[in-house]
Structure formats: C-alpha cells, structure tokens
C-alpha cells in the first residue's frame, strides 16, 4: 500500500517557468488537497477536491491551478512560477470529512 | 474564520521527562476535530492523535495524550517519558462542523535532550 505519492521530490524552476506536481493515493480516498508550507506559517491550504471532478480554493490560491480527474489523481500546476512560490508542497488525502489527513513525502520547490 | 494559535515556537525537554505543548484554537463551530502531527527532520508528516469536540474523554495513543479543555479552547499534547526521537516539529491542527475547512498552526519545534 503505496498511500500518498508525490513526484517529483525536489524541483528548481526558473522564473517565469511552468510546471505540474503530481500527486496519486491509493487508498480510494474522497478528499485530497495541496498546502505549502513556509517557514513560521505552518500550513496553508492552496487547493482542494472532496471528490473526483470538484475543486475548491483554499487560503493561497493564486498563481496554481488543480483539477481532479480521477480519485487517485490530483495534480497542481504552477503556472508561471515566482520566486515566492519557493516552497515545500504537501499532497494529502482523506477518506471522507471527519478523518484526518494522510501526507506525501513533499516537494521542495526552489524558484529562482 | 478558524485560527490555531502554537505559542511556543520551540521548546526543549529532558529525556526521559514529560512535556506539554500548546495549542488553542477558535472556532464558532459547534462540531469540531483536533488533531496533532509530528514532523520529523526528515520531513514526513506523520498523525499523532485525533480528538472529537463531543469526546467525553481525553484521547490517548500510546505515549501521546490530548489535554482537551474546551471552555478554554485548548487542546494541548503531552508526551510521556519523552525519546531523543521525539525531536521534531509538532502540528495542531483543526477540521470545521463539515470538515472542509482543515486548518494548522505554525508549529512548536521540540528538542528532546539527552
């Protein structure tokens, strides 16, 4: 049981650049969602999909996109990266409302 | 809106020795969850604990407590007879009445010494 699988681990973009994180679960959870996380802020919610063709904003929405295809899917693109997308991104899944989350490994992500 | 305030952004202990670390929250929910996770240096996030807003009794996992007092809106971790591989960065989290919203604090980083 894989759980949560998030690619790549590390990534350096330039500025201006675009790209996709990838997230897959396993475990035929209904939610999943994105936080990055920053230094002192804990973690903030950027997007997010109770279930396979729904999505919602979270706190930092702006400058990503995600959309949920399949319920083991839920990729985030960034797109057109800015240095203050630097970063640790987290990809994590849920069964239904009530549970907690399950967690990726994470991406860091260095923009320069 | 819902808010976790952590107040201690570090906080070192004896091995061996109890700790406590904070969390209050607020929320004009009348459903809740609360949640702790631990963050190793190596990155993971891993699930500590989970405490219902209607659980009569304090959660328990293991060497993790949940000091739940609502009145006062707290929701504190112990961790007992504390390891060198308790080092790490600790998580209060809270999910909404309809668990979309999950929202987390800025974290206590606990160093556990020998």
């Known amino acids: 049981n894989a759980g949560v699988t998030q690619t790549p681990k590390f990534q350096v973009l330039k500025t201006g650049q675009s790209m996709t994180l990838q997230c897959a679960q396993d475990m035929n959870h209904e939610y999943m969602s994105w936080y990055r996380q920053d230094p002192g802020m804990g973690l903030r919610l950027i997007h997010y999909s109770v279930g396979a063709g729904i999505t919602d904003q979270g706190e930092v929405p702006n400058g990503y996109n995600v959309s949920r295809s399949t319920t083991e899917d839920f990729p985030l693109r960034l797109l057109s990266a800015a240095p203050s997308q630097t970063s640790v991104y987290f990809c994590?899944?849920?069964?239904?409302?009530?549970?907690?989350?399950?967690f990726g490994s994470g991406t860091r992500l260095t923009v320069v | 809106a819902q808010k976790i305030t952590q107040t201690q952004p570090g906080m070192f202990v004896q091995e061996k020795e109890a700790v406590t670390l904070d969390c209050t929250y607020d929320t004009s929910d009348p459903s809740y969850g609360l949640f702790w996770y631990k963050q190793p240096s190596s990155g993971e996030m891993i699930f500590l604990i989970y405490q219902g807003s209607y659980d009569q009794q304090n959660a328990t996992e293991g060497r993790y407590s949940l000091n739940f007092q609502k009145a006062r809106k707290s929701a504190n971790l112990v961790i007992s007879a504390s390891q060198l591989g308790d080092s790490a960065m600790y998580f209060c989290a809270m999910r909404d009445n309809y668990g979309q919203n999950f929202v987390f604090g800025p974290g206590t980083r606990l160093s556990v010494l020998p």
């Open positions: 994590a899944s849920r069964r239904q409302q009530y549970y907690g989350y399950t």
